[in-house]
């Protein structure tokens, strides 16, 4: 990285005030057209200017025939047109004062002789004139923060908004992680695709992540970095208040082998990247799945929790499974203190298993899952997180059982995770009663199990020294 594009300040590529759209179009299937769309289902409130050599009125903006037409420059201009007239369109951002620049096309480094060719007249361009590039070959920014709701980006949809972010090195990756937070509703509110990274790559966009006191956690997908010891040294430091989570590819050699083709991964092998990931305060998610169950988790437990977990479950069998994926993942199942095991005991039916995972028979309605939530919540000190599974049997109606869980959710002095199995009739309304309480609901116990062991990573994590 040049001298002239080392960015102290991102704030231009997150808030800008003001920017301009170069290519913009009233076809939303165009990228142009897509981006200024964007812009606008986002809600930006800041100056936007369509450029289009045709002028006139796009999506009832008048828009600019060149950037030579502004009074003044814009803060970000995002350069959406055919790759073989960026450089010009570049060179004439520089010329009218223009310092930020997002390109989101390909057709650069990556793209044989002629794309090489035209990197390099890029790179000599932002050299003379000190300008600072994200991008190219990206997908763009989103920022859905407090003062600012920028949407740089041809991609479909926007995330539901929240202190969550991710930085990815996969374009399809940040579209897939929009659509899951969408259905999931989980609160990711910043999402930015790195492409080609000519200055901004993943270790820039964490630095200025981790000064936002609005960004809670910040998701990565991460095949390579120009310099991994700045980028492991900058997340060690903000691991200690931000969870980080990483879904680094390389666990096997045909995917290193596919890493290095698609952005030329830094690391030599899948143990090389988990010392990467103990040095720097990572947790390292094992899959896309995990990417996704982490952002979930994170979204009600920001700062994660311990790993002391009691499972309790009105079925046997769907007990040991969670048993065994929260041990696999590091979570502490510990005996149940004498007190709250005789308590037990003296009231559940005799064939009920008092230990760890809590057994309380299928017929278990709302008052012996309440009795048993309550006894464990008072003595809450012996645990970190309960993981509870709800199994729904022909014979119980699951209502007020939702009703009685949620009402003593909302008092709990520790975190709770909530599965349900069967045939779901009122699912819906289940899951978001719990949810509104403030409990992570699963349709999948392992998933909940797995929750639970990455946000204890993070919680182990910021409590070292």
């Given at each position: 990285m040049?001298?002239?594009s080392?960015?102290s300040?991102?704030?231009?590529?997150?808030?800008?005030?003001?920017?301009?759209?170069?290519?913009?179009?009233a076809?939303p299937?165009?990228?142009?057209g897509?981006?200024?769309?964007m812009?606008?289902?986002?809600?930006?409130?800041?100056?936007?200017?369509p450029?289009?050599?045709?002028?006139?009125?796009?999506l009832g903006?008048?828009a600019l025939?060149?950037?030579?037409?502004?009074?003044a420059?814009?803060?970000?201009?995002v350069?959406a047109i055919?790759?073989?007239?960026?450089?010009?369109?570049?060179?004439?951002a520089?010329?009218?004062?223009?310092r930020?620049?997002l390109?989101?096309?390909?057709?650069?480094?990556?793209a044989g002789?002629?794309?090489?060719?035209?990197?390099?007249?890029?790179d000599?361009?932002?050299?003379?004139?000190?300008?600072i590039?994200?991008?190219p070959?990206c997908?763009?920014?989103?920022?859905?923060g407090k003062?600012?709701?920028?949407?740089?980006?041809?991609?479909?949809d926007?995330p539901?908004?929240?202190?969550?972010?991710?930085?990815?090195?996969?374009?399809?990756l940040?579209e897939e992680?929009?659509?899951?937070?969408?259905?999931?509703?989980i609160p990711?509110?910043?999402?930015?695709?790195v492409?080609?990274?000519?200055?901004?790559?993943v270790?820039?966009?964490?630095?200025?992540?981790?000064?936002?006191?609005?960004?809670?956690?910040?998701?990565l997908y991460?095949?390579?970095a120009?310099?991994?010891?700045?980028l492991a040294?900058?997340?060690?430091?903000?691991s200690?208040?931000?969870?980080?989570i990483?879904?680094i590819?390389g666990?096997?050699?045909?995917?290193?082998?596919a890493a290095?083709?698609?952005t030329g991964a830094?690391?030599?092998s899948?143990?090389?990247?988990?010392d990467?990931?103990r040095?720097a305060?990572?947790?390292r998610?094992?899959?896309?799945?995990?990417?996704h169950l982490?952002a979930?988790?994170?979204?009600?437990?920001?700062?994660?929790f311990?790993?002391?977990?009691?499972?309790?479950?009105?079925?046997?069998?769907?007990?040991?499974l969670?048993?065994?994926?929260a041990?696999l993942?590091g979570l502490?199942?510990?005996?149940?203190?004498?007190a709250l095991a005789?308590?037990?005991?003296?009231d559940?039916p005799?064939e009920?298993?008092?230990r760890n995972?809590?057994?309380?028979l299928?017929?278990?309605?709302?008052?012996r899952?309440?009795?048993?939530l309550e006894?464990?919540?008072?003595?809450a000190?012996?645990?970190?997180v309960?993981l509870m599974?709800h199994?729904?049997?022909?014979?119980v109606d699951?209502t007020?059982v939702?009703?009685?869980?949620s009402?003593?959710?909302?008092?709990a002095?520790?975190?709770?995770?909530?599965s349900?199995?069967?045939?779901?009739?009122?699912?819906?309304?289940?899951f978001?009663a719990?949810?509104?309480?403030?409990?992570?609901?699963?349709?999948?116990?392992?998933?909940?199990?797995?929750t639970?062991?990455?946000l204890?990573?993070?919680?182990?994590?910021?409590?070292?020294?």
């Amino acid at each position: 990285m040049s001298a002239q594009s080392n960015p102290s300040d991102l704030t231009p590529f997150f808030a800008p005030r003001s920017v301009a759209v170069v290519g913009a179009s009233a076809r939303p299937t165009s990228s142009g057209g897509a981006v200024l769309h964007m812009m606008q289902k986002a809600g930006y409130t800041g100056k936007l200017v369509p450029v289009n050599p045709k002028g006139g009125t796009l999506l009832g903006i008048e828009a600019l025939p060149s950037l030579r037409a502004l009074d003044a420059p814009v803060d970000l201009v995002v350069i959406a047109i055919r790759p073989d007239f960026i450089v010009d369109a570049v060179r004439e951002a520089a010329d009218t004062g223009h310092r930020h620049i997002l390109i989101l096309p390909g057709g650069f480094q990556e793209a044989g002789e002629e794309g090489q060719a035209r990197q390099a007249a890029l790179d000599d361009l932002a050299r003379e004139k000190g300008l600072i590039i994200a991008g190219p070959n990206c997908g763009g920014i989103i920022h859905l923060g407090k003062e600012s709701r920028l949407a740089a980006t041809f991609f479909r949809d926007l995330p539901p908004g929240g202190p969550l972010a991710f930085v990815s090195q996969s374009g399809a990756l940040a579209e897939e992680v929009i659509a899951h937070a969408q259905i999931q509703n989980i609160p990711i509110g910043t999402v930015v695709s790195v492409g080609n990274s000519m200055h901004l790559g993943v270790e820039d966009h964490l630095v200025h992540l981790g000064k936002d006191p609005d960004i809670s956690a910040i998701l990565l997908y991460l095949e390579s970095a120009r310099d991994m010891e700045a980028l492991a040294e900058t997340a060690q430091k903000l691991s200690k208040t931000k969870p980080i989570i990483a879904l680094i590819p390389g666990r096997t050699e045909n995917g290193l082998a596919a890493a290095r083709a698609h952005t030329g991964a830094s690391a030599d092998s899948d143990a090389a990247i988990e010392d990467l990931c103990r040095k720097a305060g990572i947790v390292r998610a094992r899959s896309l799945r995990d990417l996704h169950l982490a952002a979930k988790g994170l979204g009600f437990f920001p700062k994660g929790f311990g790993k002391r977990a009691l499972i309790l479950s009105n079925s046997g069998g769907p007990g040991v499974l969670a048993a065994d994926e929260a041990t696999l993942g590091g979570l502490d199942l510990v005996d149940l203190p004498a007190a709250l095991a005789a308590r037990l005991k003296a009231d559940l039916p005799p064939e009920a298993s008092v230990r760890n995972p809590l057994d309380l028979l299928a017929d278990a309605r709302e008052d012996r899952f309440g009795f048993s939530l309550e006894a464990a919540l008072d003595h809450a000190d012996a645990f970190d997180v309960i993981l509870m599974i709800h199994v729904v049997p022909f014979m119980v109606d699951a209502t007020p059982v939702i009703e009685r869980l949620s009402a003593l959710a909302k008092t709990a002095k520790r975190p709770l995770l909530h599965s349900m199995m069967g045939t779901l009739e009122h699912g819906r309304a289940w899951f978001d009663a719990m949810e509104a309480a403030q409990v992570p609901m699963f349709s999948n116990i392992e998933d909940m199990a797995r929750t639970a062991s990455l946000l204890a990573r993070c919680h182990q994590i910021a409590q070292k020294d």
